[in-house]
């Protein structure tokens, strides 16, 4: 079945470093792949998605490849803030969502 | 600003109790979703409505039913709490997508804890 494996966290980075979060996917057919964002006490958000292969999807400084063939979808940003301390969850989905599969999540803590 | 709204943040319930969670949406959104967060599972989907009426079933539906009256409401019950039901309940919604997938939006969540 459909499923996305994540990086586990949590990740602590200083301000400014560079961030990479791993995701990696198992899926028939072509799904389109999603970032989340949880911020403390809040609902999930989107932050990026890409719906085909090689597609690039960026948001906040955030980017994201659809690769094909290594089957992933690794979140980037070049030089985090504190405010980017959140958890952030990989998701695949398919038509209609109602195949929609999220990774385990990788919480991210940036220090000043 | 598109909002789905659910109905408490945090609740304590008795082992045994019939717990209700409600989620209502302003976006005339067809699909509903109750997902549950646990620590190093994710999130987890209890069940699905794509239409009024209408559900199926998710990876997690033991122990749950739901109930979709109206297109922007759609409720999570709990027949009989249980512990393991201590969770972290998040309900979402999205367009029927017709070609490609369209995002979910998510309420802010409710915290349950069944004592």
């Known amino acids: 079945g459909n499923s996305v494996t994540q990086m586990e966290g949590p990740v602590t980075l200083s301000e400014e470093a560079f961030l990479t979060i791993n995701c990696t996917y198992t899926?028939?057919?072509?799904?389109?792949l999603f970032w989340y964002v949880q911020y403390p006490g809040e609902g999930l958000q989107l932050l990026l998605k890409?719906?085909?292969?090689?597609d690039k999807g960026s948001n906040k400084g955030f980017e994201a490849t659809y690769r094909k063939e290594t089957t992933s979808f690794h979140l980037e940003k070049g030089s985090v803030q504190v405010s980017d301390s959140a958890v952030y969850f990989c998701?695949?989905?398919?038509?209609?969502?109602?195949?929609?599969?999220f990774g385990a999540g990788t919480r991210l803590t940036v220090k000043p | 600003d598109v909002k789905v709204t659910q109905s408490s943040r945090y609740l304590v319930k008795r082992t045994g109790e019939k717990v209700f969670l409600e989620c209502v949406q302003d976006?005339?959104?067809?699909?509903m979703f109750w997902y549950r967060q646990d620590p190093g599972l994710g999130l987890r989907l209890i069940y699905f409505?794509?239409?009024?009426?209408?559900?199926e079933k998710g990876d997690i539906p033991e122990g749950y039913s739901v109930s979709r009256e109206k297109k922007e409401r759609f409720s999570l019950i709990l027949e009989s709490a249980s512990t393991n039901q201590t969770s972290m309940y998040l309900c979402?919604?999205?367009?029927?997508?017709?070609?490609?997938?369209?995002?979910?939006?998510f309420g802010q969540g409710t915290r349950l804890t069944v004592v």
């Open positions: 979402a919604s999205s367009l029927r997508g017709r070609e490609l997938n369209t995002e979910a939006f």
């Open positions: 899926a028939t057919g072509y799904p389109s």
């Open positions: 890409a719906t085909k292969a090689d």
């Open positions: 998701a695949l989905g398919k038509y209609n969502n109602n195949d929609m599969r």
């Open positions: 976006m005339d959104h067809e699909n």
């Open positions: 409505s794509y239409d009024v009426k209408m559900k």
